[in-house]
C-alpha cells in the first residue's frame, strides 16, 4: 500500500479526480499534511467521513522512527529506524541563516566509494518517497524549526534512486506544501551521466553538485569505481549540457586526501579541466573514517590558492559532525 508522503500533490489531484471527487480535496489533504502537520487521517475534519475511511483504506501514513540522536557542535545526527527494520541517518546543521538538513535517499549505496563509509554496506534498497519527506517532517517536529535548505547528500546515490528523488524534491518544494525552494535544494552524483542529462531537461532551479574528487581518470578510478562506467571526460560532456540547458551554476565537489589528489599538479589539472565553465568547486577536508588508507590533506588552502589564481571559484566545505560520526561519509546504514 502507497504511504500518504508519497504523494505529489497532482497524484493526489489524480486520485480525487479517479475517485469522483473534487480536485481541490487534495490541497485540503496536502495542507493537513504539510501546513497544519495532522498526520491522522481521523482528523481531516473538512473531508466527509466516508471519504477519511476510503483514505485510510487506500493509504498509510506510517512513519519511520527517530532511534537515536547524537549532537555535536552546531550539528546533530539523527538514526532513523524504517519500518521494514533498516537504519539510515539525517544530519541536521545550524547555519547563521538558518537550518539546512543532509538527508538519505538509499539503505546502503553501490557506488563503492574507496574513502566513504556509507558504502560499507552495499545497496539494500532505495529509500520510497515517503522515506524521504519524513526525515524533514519528524526532524522539524522534534525539534520545533523548519528547514530552509536541504542537501541529498547523505547515505546514498540519489540519481541511483532518480525518480523518487524526483518525486521528493517536487514534494518539497512545492509551494503548497513545505515549500522548500527549488535553490535551497542541492542535489549530489557522483555521475552517473544519464541522470544528469534527464536531470538537465527538467529544468529545475535545484542545485546541482557532482563529486569529481580527482583531476584526471588514472586518479579517479583508483578511488570512484563508477570511474571505469563513466569517465571524466563523459561526466564533463554531461556537465556541459546540463550547463547549456539550465544556465545554472554547479558545484564540483572535491575531497581533499593526504597524497591522494592534493598535489599542486592536481590543482592544475583540475583548473584546467575546469576552466570557463560555470562551475566552482567546494573543497571537502577529509573525514577520516574506519578506512585507515585514507589520511586528511593538510593542504587545502594551498589547493584554493591555486585554484584561485587559475581563475577558478573556490570555496572550503565548513566541517560539521566529525566528532558525532556525522560528517561527510560517515554515515551508515547500521545502528552502532
Ligand atoms: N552519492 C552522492 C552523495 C554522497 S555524500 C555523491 O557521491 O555525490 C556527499 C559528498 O561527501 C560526496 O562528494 C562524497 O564523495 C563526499 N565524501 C564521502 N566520503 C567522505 C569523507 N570521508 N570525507 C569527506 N567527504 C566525503
Same mark, same amino acid.
Given at each position: 500500500?502507497?504511504?500518504?508522503?508519497?504523494?505529489?500533490?497532482?497524484?493526489?489531484?489524480?486520485?480525487?479526480?479517479?475517485? #469522483?471527487?473534487?480536485?481541490?480535496?487534495?490541497?485540503?489533504?496536502?495542507?493537513?499534511?504539510?501546513?497544519?502537520?495532522?498526520?491522522?487521517?481521523?482528523?481531516?475534519?473538512?473531508?466527509?467521513?466516508?471519504?477519511?475511511?476510503?483514505?485510510?483504506?487506500?493509504?498509510?501514513?506510517? *512513519?519511520?522512527?527517530?532511534?537515536?540522536?547524537?549532537?555535536?557542535?552546531?550539528?546533530?545526527?539523527?538514526?532513523?529506524?524504517?519500518?521494514?527494520?533498516?537504519? =539510515?541517518?539525517?544530519?541536521?546543521?545550524?547555519?547563521?541563516?538558518?537550518?539546512?538538513?543532509?538527508?538519505?535517499?538509499?539503505?546502503?549505496?553501490?557506488?563503492?566509494?574507496?574513502?566513504?563509509?556509507?558504502?560499507?554496506?552495499?545497496?539494500?534498497?532505495?529509500?520510497?518517497?515517503?522515506?524521504?519527506?519524513?526525515?524533514?517532517?519528524?526532524?522539524?517536529?522534534?525539534?520545533?524549526?523548519?528547514?530552509?535548505?536541504?542537501?541529498?547528500?547523505?547515505?546514498?546515490?540519489?540519481?541511483?534512486?532518480?525518480?523518487?528523488?524526483?518525486?521528493?524534491?517536487?514534494?518539497?518544494?512545492?509551494?503548497?506544501?513545505?515549500? =522548500?525552494?527549488?535553490?535551497?535544494?542541492?542535489?549530489?552524483?557522483?555521475?552517473?551521466?544519464?541522470?544528469?542529462?534527464?536531470?538537465?531537461?527538467?529544468?529545475?532551479?535545484?542545485?546541482?553538485?557532482?563529486?569529481?574528487?580527482?583531476?584526471?581518470?588514472?586518479?579517479?578510478?583508483?578511488? *570512484?569505481?563508477?570511474?571505469?562506467?563513466?569517465?571524466?571526460?563523459?561526466?564533463?560532456?554531461?556537465?556541459?549540457?546540463?550547463?547549456?540547458?539550465?544556465?545554472?551554476?554547479?558545484? =564540483?565537489?572535491?575531497? *581533499?586526501?593526504?597524497?591522494?589528489?592534493?598535489?599542486?599538479?592536481?590543482?592544475?589539472?583540475?583548473?584546467?579541466?575546469?576552466?570557463?565553465?560555470?562551475?566552482?568547486?567546494?573543497?571537502?577536508?577529509?573525514?577520516?573514517?574506519? #578506512?585507515?588508507?585514507?589520511?586528511?590533506?593538510?593542504?587545502?588552502?594551498?589547493?584554493?590558492?591555486?585554484?584561485?589564481?587559475?581563475?577558478?571559484?573556490?570555496? =572550503?566545505?565548513?566541517?560539521?559532525?566529525?566528532?558525532?560520526?556525522?560528517?561527510?561519509?560517515?554515515?551508515?546504514?547500521?545502528?552502532?
Amino acid at each position: 500500500m502507497k504511504n500518504l508522503f508519497d504523494l505529489k500533490l497532482n497524484d493526489l489531484e489524480d486520485y480525487f479526480l479517479n475517485n #469522483n471527487e473534487k480536485k481541490f480535496k487534495a490541497l485540503q489533504v496536502f495542507e493537513w499534511l504539510y501546513i497544519h502537520r495532522e498526520f491522522n487521517i481521523d482528523n481531516f475534519s473538512n473531508l466527509k467521513m466516508e471519504l477519511r475511511e476510503k483514505l485510510k483504506h487506500d493509504f498509510t501514513t506510517d *512513519m519511520i522512527k527517530i532511534k537515536k540522536e547524537e549532537v555535536g557542535e552546531d550539528v546533530k545526527k539523527y538514526l532513523f529506524l524504517l519500518l521494514d527494520g533498516n537504519f =539510515i541517518e539525517a544530519v541536521l546543521m545550524h547555519h547563521d541563516y538558518g537550518y539546512s538538513l543532509c538527508i538519505s535517499s538509499e539503505v546502503g549505496c553501490n557506488m563503492g566509494c574507496k574513502f566513504c563509509e556509507s558504502g560499507r554496506l552495499k545497496k539494500v534498497r532505495n529509500l520510497e518517497v515517503y522515506e524521504m519527506v519524513e526525515q524533514i517532517l519528524l526532524i522539524e517536529q522534534k525539534e520545533n524549526l523548519r528547514i530552509d535548505r536541504v542537501v541529498i547528500m547523505g547515505i546514498g546515490e540519489p540519481f541511483d534512486n532518480y525518480d523518487n528523488v524526483i518525486d521528493f524534491i517536487k514534494i518539497i518544494n512545492n509551494p503548497k506544501g513545505l515549500a =522548500i525552494g527549488a535553490r535551497h535544494i542541492t542535489v549530489s552524483t557522483c555521475g552517473l551521466v544519464p541522470k544528469i542529462l534527464e536531470f538537465a531537461d527538467l529544468k529545475l532551479q535545484v542545485n546541482l553538485a557532482i563529486s569529481l574528487h580527482a583531476p584526471n581518470d588514472n586518479i579517479r578510478s583508483k578511488i *570512484m569505481p563508477i570511474n571505469k562506467v563513466y569517465n571524466i571526460s563523459q561526466v564533463m560532456k554531461a556537465l556541459k549540457v546540463y550547463l547549456e540547458k539550465t544556465n545554472r551554476r554547479v558545484t =564540483i565537489e572535491y575531497v *581533499m586526501i593526504n597524497m591522494v589528489n592534493d598535489s599542486d599538479e592536481c590543482a592544475y589539472e583540475l583548473a584546467n579541466l575546469l576552466k570557463g565553465m560555470n562551475v566552482y568547486v567546494n573543497l571537502i577536508p577529509y573525514n577520516e573514517t574506519n #578506512n585507515l588508507e585514507f589520511k586528511k590533506s593538510k593542504r587545502v588552502n594551498d589547493f584554493k590558492n591555486i585554484l584561485l589564481k587559475c581563475g577558478i571559484n573556490t570555496t =572550503i566545505r565548513r566541517e560539521f559532525g566529525g566528532s558525532i560520526s556525522g560528517a561527510c561519509g560517515q554515515l551508515r546504514s547500521k545502528e552502532v
